[in-house]
């Protein structure tokens, strides 16, 4: 049973795109610790690795989950809908179609460019060119191995306000060489979260059940159906579990274990308050300790509940899970390890805090509050740099895109 399931469609509708937000925060929050050990150039390569790893697997999945499997350009664009690599709005893509092999996308507003665009050229290059490169083809691959995504234009902008922010084409030839997957996503496959399944969504549910239909210029996640809501609110959260099994894989292998270990852990202890954060606004939670158990509940840290085992009553019991089993979020929380825990509360209140007793693998925290009101953590304040941790989603209207 999803945890998610708990919540109303209207709830729902209003979350998802928060969990793709939160996906996409990721990165701002492990990014500026990879700088620190291995340098800017390091930190781009970690980078590449982690999202070639994780998004053919999680692109694949999606589209199993709701029914749009395909090999075209169309399915290349409703996954990148999907994708924590592209939230909508903060990521703003806007599509054309000329044919089935055939289309373009540019971005209205890049926040991930906005982001990076204050530390200089390097970055914005590094991002723009290093990175997006091999990781868009990778993405792609899971639809069509002979599929290009290449730059019409890109960052750095010239003049330095140019709109869009960057614009690309799309083409599916089979002369291209296919793409192959990389190693770590081929080793990635095997993982627990790869492997994780999940409740079907039910088609008789009210709302759309799939996205088989035509490709829509944003998506009204309201009218999706509870059941469909709740499949892609856990794929979501399996998504950030893929990314940040790459991010491991790219780390340690880069790292002595226990520096790696604490690369992962600032990483995580940055993204689970501002997750928090984001959580807690979206859905109005109550500011006090029901609150807090309620929003730790919600986490992508202890999400999907076919991953990651944990029971919320009046405290959080933890016990050992998939998650254990491939070193994910969930094992860097423990009694010898309350900062993730932590960073997640003190989004609702930054007076609580949490009581933690147990193993490594089996715990449970009670969330109690304090006198004195706890300071923000260095991980929460690097990682709320982005925009994206303040961004405001506005309503949209969801037009079909037909070929032009």
């Excluded at 599509?95 to 996308?105: K, S, T």
């Excluded at 994780?196 to 996205?211: M, V």
């Excluded at 609150?291 to 992508?300: F, I, K, M, W």
């Amino acid at each position: 049973m999803s945890r998610y399931g708990s919540l109303s469609r209207s709830e729902l509708a209003v979350l998802v795109p928060e969990l793709l937000l939160i996906g996409q925060l990721i990165d701002r929050s492990g990014m500026a610790w990879c700088i620190g050990a291995y340098g800017r150039e390091g930190m781009q390569q970690v980078a590449i690795e982690e999202w070639m790893a994780a998004s053919p697997i999680y692109t694949g999945r999606m589209q199993r989950a709701l029914g749009y499997q395909g090999d075209d350009v169309v399915t290349i664009f409703k996954g990148l809908q999907l994708d924590i690599g592209a939230p909508p709005q903060f990521m703003d893509f806007r599509y054309a179609v000329r044919d089935p092999w055939h289309g373009e996308f540019h971005l209205d507003h890049c926040g991930a460019l906005l982001d990076v665009e204050p530390m200089g050229v390097d970055y914005v290059r590094g991002m723009c060119h290093d990175i997006e490169d091999p990781t868009f083809d990778a993405t792609a691959v899971a639809t069509n191995p002979r599929a290009q995504v290449r730059p019409v234009h890109r960052p750095p902008r010239t003049p330095a306000d140019r709109q869009p922010h960057c614009a690309w084409t799309v083409t599916i030839d089979p002369a291209f060489a296919p793409v192959s997957e990389s190693a770590d996503c081929t080793a990635l496959r095997s993982s627990r979260a790869a492997l994780t399944e999940l409740a079907p969504i039910d088609p008789t549910d009210d709302g759309l059940a799939d996205y088989s239909g035509p490709l829509l210029s944003d998506l009204d996640f309201t009218a999706f159906s509870h059941s469909a809501l709740v499949r892609i609110a856990d794929e979501v959260c399996l998504q950030m579990h893929l990314l940040n099994l790459g991010f491991r894989r790219a780390v340690d292998r880069r790292s002595e274990p226990a520096a790696a270990r604490e690369i992962a852990l600032r990483q995580l202890v940055g993204i689970a308050g501002v997750a928090g954060e984001r959580i807690h606004r979206a859905l109005r939670l109550p500011s006090d300790e029901a609150g807090a158990l309620r929003l730790l509940s919600l986490h992508p840290l202890l999400n999907p509940a076919a991953y990651v085992d944990a029971t919320v009553s009046d405290r959080l019991v933890v016990r050992p899970s998939p998650a254990h089993d491939d070193g994910a979020w969930v094992s860097l929380c423990g009694p010898g390890s309350t900062r993730p825990l932590q960073a997640a509360v003190r989004a609702v209140d930054p007076h609580l805090d949490v009581e933690v007793t147990g193993s490594d693998a089996a715990w449970t925290t009670t969330v109690v509050r304090r006198d004195e009101e706890a300071p923000v953590a260095d991980e929460v304040a690097v990682t709320r740099i982005s925009g994206g941790a303040t961004f405001a989603f506005e309503p949209r209207r969801a037009l079909p895109i037909t070929p032009v």
